[in-house]
């Protein structure tokens, strides 16, 4: 077998494990509400600069620097559905291990230590293996570092794509500023190394000053011009205004191989210090910081240390280390292996499943039915984190109250519905953002929606559906508010046929509504109706989750 294809066959694991950590479910809000913003796009023919899919702020200016990749979206899916999605995710993920693959086996060779050590990266990084653009963000970052290896290996026009690359990047994420980051550590680098060992190899700093220079003025090539390097500062990074998870500090528990990981890089370049250049210790040192602020830079970090820790390795193996090759490789090996197993058993942060499509039961999905189904009028209420599933199924016959686009909102609205929630606040918002309809998890309603403000027209074991007691409301509630079967209520001592008769309606209704029916409810209601049968007294109450 030639050596080529000895390579070849080497990623086939690699690719295995890309496949294996991407074969899941859509699972995440922000996903869907990226996906309806493409679809809009296409049907309107032009960019959206507002804040359209909410009910409250819908003329607040909407910063999208994410069009591109919303393009991409939603013609995937109208190809596919959400299986073409899942495919996508899956195919971008094997792209990224490949040239993280082509990376590391250019510059140090020993591809069957290479294959493990993306394996590694991929375990670790899996929980940002999602269907979001950050996603192409990881690829390009990946393919800006094999632009810059390839400059140092000779002259070459390869560094000339940089601009286009860039001006494609800044319309698909705002994470392209890791790119000028990864330029900068490169160029600044090279400086050093040329200042302290002038008698040195011609250095690549000359080769890729002009392209990265010409990278500024092309990533402003998009709708929102230069307020697009700025971006990620002013809108991301910058206060707690939603407990997001992926924008806190990278705790030891949620990600351990990251600390592990960032332990024996640093002590790798220390060790090597004198064959270490300054381009590897000023990324990989920069990447360490900026993944221990923040967890959602931590995937750059790993795809930043990775190649160094391959090189330096290696190079000590070949040059008559303790560790040879082979040994080295078996190491490598059984460290992917862990990560995988903890990465698949511990480290997931979203309830993923196996499959591709949309994963409903991720969401409030009968309850969004619910909504859709009844017109229920006046504003919605809902939570953070399910305003983008929302605006994919109500958009346009209702507006979220939230969703995850944080730069579409007035800061203050978001802190202080989320942030600096007070329940006694409470009142004063539905009064102020005049709020009819709220969709809010079963165990939340019991203190937001008290039983003589707010009736109860829909419920199943994670969400419910209730709307404000007004005049206007009065029929719609008549006709299909929950009395006498809602969670939490014991039911009264069966007295007339005519009330027997409406609870066992309620029951068979909440059955219906449900995306699955609910064995305990089928339960409840075969006693309930056995109770009515023989005229006993009083069934026994719901099992299920209670406010």
Known sequence: MTRTGRTLLLFLPVAGVALLLT?????????????????????RGSLLRTNTFASTYPDHPWPNPEWLFQVVLALVHRSGGFVAIGVLKVLVTLACAGVLFGLMVRRAGHPGTAAALVALVLAAIQFRLTERPHLFSFLFFLLTLLVAERAREGPSRLPWVLP?????????????????????????????????????????QARLLLPALLCVPAACFNPEGYH???????????GPIVAVTEYAPTGALRVPAFWIVAALTAATLYRFRRASAWSEILLAGGMTVLGALYLRATPYFFLA??????????????????????????????AAAVSLCWALGFERLLPYRWGLGLDDSAFPAAAAAAVERHALPGRLYNLYGDGGYLIYRLYPGAGVFQDGRLQAYPREFMARINAQFDERDWPAIVEEYQVNTLLLPIVTAGRLAPIDAWGMVFWDDSSCVLVRRTARNTALLSRLEYRLFRPG???????????NAALVREMERNQSERLKPSPLVARELEEVRAKIHSGGDQPRPYEGSTP
């Open 23 to 43: 074969f899941t479910m859509t699972c995440d809000s922000d996903v869907l509400w990226h996906l309806k913003t493409g679809q809009v796009i296409l049907e």
């Open 164 to 204: 286009a690359l860039f001006a494609l990047w800044s319309n698909i994420h705002p994470e392209f500023v890791m790119g000028f980051l990864a330029l900068g550590a490169v160029l600044v680098g090279d400086a050093l190394d040329r200042r302290l060992a002038p008698a040195g190899p011609d250095s690549r």
């Open 228 to 238: 697009a390097l700025l971006f990620p500062l002013l809108h991301t990074f910058i």
């Open 305 to 334: 240390a990775a190649p160094v820790l391959h090189r330096h390795a290696t190079a000590a193996a070949t040059a008559g280390s303790r560790v040879n090759a082979q040994r080295l490789c078996a190491i490598a090996v059984v």
């Open 489 to 499: 209520l014991e039911f009264q001592e069966i007295a007339d046929p005519p009330r």
